[in-house]
């Protein structure tokens, strides 16, 4: 019941954002990620207070996104910058090193180095963030492949790994639609699949048994 409601939410901030319906999407974006909070639960371990801290600078970096200013959109991407600390703190808490682990972080730094390439003529000035910022995305993909594949007692599944990838597909939307191409259906990605991907690593810190 929870996911669903987190779904409808979800849908409902993206169909206000692509029809920009503005007074909603206030209303929505923030909400859809609080939800969130209630699909990890009451948190027990140290890995699920890490998500909700993580879920806690989304919340915030969600709300400054709201604006479609430049320096709203540093201060967005610095707030980020802290969700994706505490996922790969905690991600690297219970992860198991492996070839394959090695394999994802070749593959997020080379995606990684091609998107930056994209984005470079248009992100004059927002640069140096915005590398820092791939540097961030690409760790928290590879700490959550690590994470699914532990054997350790505080197992992560799947869904942590698919949630993290989901998570860099929105946020390189975001980068393409404001950096390079602007495309009429962006929410579907910078919002849909965002949240889709919040919601995998909200589910993963559940399953862990909180």
């Known amino acids: 019941m929870l996911v669903g409601l987190f779904l409808a939410s979800a849908l409902v901030g993206v169909v206000a954002s692509l029809t920009d319906r503005r007074a909603l999407l206030v209303i929505a974006k923030p909400l859809t990620t609080a939800l969130l909070f209630l699909v990890v639960g009451v948190p027990r371990e140290r890995f699920a207070w890490l998500i ?3 879920l806690l600078f989304s919340l915030a970096g969600d709300t400054a996104l709201l604006f479609r200013s430049k320096n709203a959109l540093l201060i967005g991407l610095g707030i980020f910058l802290g969700a994706h600390a505490s996922y790969i703190v905690a991600f690297s808490s219970v992860a198991a090193f492996s070839l394959p682990v090695g394999i994802t972080a070749v593959i997020m730094a080379a995606v990684s180095a091609l ?14 963030p915005l590398v820092v910022y791939a540097g961030a995305l690409s760790a ?17 599944s799947l869904t942590a790994a698919v949630g993290a990838a989901f998570f860099y597909v929105g946020d390189a939307s975001l980068a393409i639609d404001r950096f390079d191409r602007p495309f009429k259906l962006a929410p579907l990605l910078t919002l849909g699949v965002y949240w889709l991907g919040q919601l995998g690593i909200a589910l993963a810190a559940r399953g862990s048994g909180g």
């Open 52 to 54: 909700d801290l993580g």
């Open 115 to 128: 998107l930056l390439r994209r984005l470079w003529a248009g992100a004059s000035g927002m640069r140096a």
């Open 140 to 156: 928290m993909v590879t700490t959550a492949v690590a994470a699914s594949t532990t054997s350790a007692p505080l197992g992560v």
